[in-house]
C-alpha cells in the first residue's frame, strides 16, 4: 500500500512540476553576506508567497541557472526520491547494542551555493571518522552536482529520513542529531531550494511539527542560518538541545560563492568539534572564536544561541562513553564540476 501511494506521489510531483515551471519565481531570502532582508517565505506547507509580477519575470530569466547542463532532468530528480532516501537509509551503519547510539541527519536546504553542501558532507564525515561506530549519519542536500548522489533537502525527504532513522534506532534510548544549514530570513523560515523543482519552504514552527511526528526522546537540534535564533522557542523540549548561529534579530556570516564554510560550520563542525566531542563545550569555544572573527570584520555580531533541555547533557555524556574520539578530520571542501560554475556565473 506504501509503495503504490509513493509511486502515485511522484506521479503527482512530476506533473506538478510541469505545471509549476512556466510560473515559478524565486524567494529573496536574506544572505550573510549582504544582511538585506527580503521577503518572507511560506510559513505553512502549500502557501505560497506573494510576489510581485516583475519578480516574476526575473525569476523566470534566471530559475534554472543553477540546474546543471548534464545529468538527470527535474522530473527525472523527482521521480528518483523515494528510492534515494530508501536507498540512503539502508545504508546507515549498523546500530551498536548496549549503548547510546547518535543518528546525525545534515540538510543543505540552499542548492545556490556549495558553501552549504560543504558543511553538511563535512557533519557527515567528522561524526562516521571521529565519534566511532555509534554514530550514524545521513546526508540531505540540494546542489547541482550531487543530484544523484544525495537526496534532496526537502520537506518530504527530511519525513521520510526521519521516520527511517526512527525505525533503526531505539528512539528512548538513541539521540536524532539534526544539523540544517541554510540561508534564513527574518521571519525565521529556512531557504529551501533547489531550481526549478517546486520544494516547500520550512519555518521554525514547520520543524518543529516535523519533529513531533516522530518517537525521539533525545535531540540535537543544530540550526546554522541567519536569524536562526527564532527556532529556539518552537524546538525547546526537555530531552533537546538546541543550538543556532545567530540570535533571533542577527545575521549569522561566512556564506556566499567566496566561502567554504560559513563562520559558525568552521568554528564549531570543524574547529571545535575536533578539539572535543562535547557539544555544549565545543558551542562555547565556536561563540568565542565567531566573536573575535566578527570584531575583526567590524560586523554586528551574530551571538548564536544555545537551549539545553532537561536530561538533554548527561545523555550525550553517556554517548561520549560510548567511544574513544578519532583523530581530527581534515575539512576539503567540495570542488564544483565546471557545469555547476558556469551555471553559478550566469
Not at 124 to 140: I, K, M
Request: charged share 20%.
Amino acid at each position: 500500500m506504501r509503495t503504490a501511494l509513493i509511486t502515485l506521489l511522484a506521479f503527482a510531483a512530476g506533473v506538478l512540476v510541469m505545471l509549476w515551471l512556466p510560473h515559478h519565481s524565486t524567494l529573496p531570502f536574506v544572505t550573510a553576506d549582504s544582511q538585506s532582508s527580503g521577503s518572507a517565505a511560506a510559513d505553512s506547507r502549500g502557501n505560497e508567497p506573494a510576489t510581485s509580477s516583475s519578480a516574476d519575470a526575473d525569476a523566470d530569466d534566471n530559475n534554472d541557472a543553477d540546474w546543471p547542463s548534464s545529468g538527470p532532468s527535474p522530473e527525472q530528480v523527482i521521480y528518483a526520491q523515494p528510492k534515494m532516501v530508501a536507498d540512503a537509509l539502508a545504508k546507515l551503519t549498523p546500530r551498536i547494542a548496549g549503548k547510546p547510539n547518535l543518528y546525525l541527519v545534515t540538510f543543505a536546504g540552499d542548492g545556490g551555493e556549495d558553501v552549504f553542501r560543504n558543511e553538511a558532507e563535512y557533519a557527515s564525515q567528522l561524526f562516521s571518522q571521529r565519534f566511532g561506530a555509534t554514530a550514524h549519519s545521513l546526508v540531505l542536500e540540494n546542489n547541482p552536482d550531487t543530484l544523484s548522489a544525495h537526496p534532496l533537502a526537502s520537506w518530504s525527504n527530511l519525513e521520510s529520513a526521519l521516520d527511517g532513522v526512527a525505525k533503526a534506532m531505539k528512539p528512548d534510548q538513541d539521540i536524532l542529531m539534526l544539523y540544517v544549514t541554510s540561508h534564513g530570513d527574518e521571519d525565521h523560515n529556512l531557504l529551501v531550494d533547489m531550481d526549478p523543482l517546486p520544494l516547500d519552504q520550512i519555518g521554525a514552527p514547520d520543524l518543529a511539527g516535523i519533529l513531533a511526528k516522530h518517537p525521539f526522546k533525545w535531540k540535537v537540534l543544530v540550526i546554522s542560518a541567519c536569524y536562526s535564533g527564532g527556532f529556539v522557542p518552537p524546538l525547546h523540549n526537555p530531552g533537546t538541545l538546541v543550538i543556532t548561529a545567530a540570535r533571533t534579530d542577527r545575521s549569522s556570516f561566512g556564506c556566499g560563492s567566496d566561502s567554504d564554510a560559513t563562520y559558525f560550520g568552521k568554528a564549531w563542525l570543524v574547529d571545535a568539534l575536533n578539539q572535543t566531542p562535547d557539544f555544549i563545550t565545543a558551542f562555547k569555544q565556536a561563540s568565542g572564536e565567531i566573536n573575535q572573527w566578527e570584531q575583526r570584520d567590524k560586523l554586528t555580531p551574530s551571538e548564536p544561541q544555545i537551549n539545553i533541555g532537561s536530561g538533554i547533557a548527561d545523555q550525550l555524556a553517556l554517548w561520549r562513553k560510548g567511544f574513544t574520539p578519532g583523530p581530527m578530520v581534515p575539512f576539503k571542501p567540495a570542488v564544483p564540476s565546471s557545469a555547476s560554475t558556469a551555471a553559478a556565473n550566469q
